[in-house]
């Protein structure tokens, strides 16, 4: 199963909005409504920030927003404050009831 | 309190064999999968392998079969992955993380275990 593709980098100023987008398979993304999203912060482990593409856990702020089109999933991060600076990963189910991640995107808030 | 707690840091040699710990608290149910991650330095997160504690059921990633093993033992709610065959390509923080089934997010993490592999 081959990683889900994310762009290595995206940046924003404060305030404003971002997408990252995370582009897969009709074997995965698009097969299913099971990405998640993840922000990890140097030195940490990762948070779950959205699960079935677009369904917030409790205590994720509502700046942070989950959506899918065709193999194509994508997070998008409103009003940018500094402390969104990370780095974000999607996740995926496959059919063979295994997990793929995107490598990774770095966010920079300018 | 959901929590998982892991085992400390490693330093192996080229060629042997490793054994992560990731303690449940009781708050986590035996039939939510506990899996693996791992993050090899300034790279992404990797999903190695997980296993249904109560059922024993197991699910790896076709890179780490016949490489790693991952167990449970209920009376001490601890999950396992043993991973043999090390070589430096196998340096990196590996996580636990326990989701409610293989569909859904990981919403519960460990708190890293750093395996350093030396020649």
């Known amino acids: 199963q081959s990683a889900l593709t994310q762009p290595a980098s995206v940046s924003g100023s404060p305030g404003q909005s971002i997408t990252i987008s995370c582009t897969g398979s009709?074997?995965?993304?698009?097969?299913?409504?099971?990405v998640s999203w993840y922000q990890q912060h140097p030195g940490e482990a990762p948070k779950l920030l959205i699960s079935?593409?677009?369904h917030r856990p409790s205590g994720v702020s509502n700046r942070f927003s989950g959506s899918k089109s065709g193999n194509t999933a994508s997070l998008t991060i409103s009003g940018l404050q500094a402390e969104d600076e990370a780095d974000y990963y999607c996740?995926?189910?496959?059919?063979?009831?295994?997990?793929?991640f995107g490598g990774g995107t770095k966010l920079t808030v300018l | 309190q959901e929590q998982l707690v892991q085992s400390g840091a490693e330093v192996k040699k080229s060629g042997s064999s490793v054994k992560v710990s990731c303690k449940k608290s009781?708050?986590?149910?035996?039939?939510?999968?506990i899996s693996w991650v791992r993050q090899a330095p300034g790279q992404g997160l990797e999903w190695m392998g997980g296993i249904i504690p109560m059922y024993g059921t197991l699910n790896y990633a076709q890179k780490f079969q016949g490489r790693v093993t991952i167990t449970a033992d209920e009376s001490t709610l601890t999950v396992y992955m043993d991973l043999r065959g090390l070589t430096s390509d196998d340096t990196a923080v590996y996580y636990c993380a326990k989701s409610g089934s293989y569909r859904d997010g990981f919403d519960v993490w460990g708190q890293g275990t750093t395996v350093t592999v030396s020649p």
């Open positions: 079935h593409v677009s």
């Open positions: 996740r995926s189910y496959t059919p063979t009831a295994t997990q793929v």
């Open positions: 009709s074997s995965d993304i698009g097969g299913y409504n099971y």
């Open positions: 009781g708050d986590i149910f035996s039939t939510y999968p």
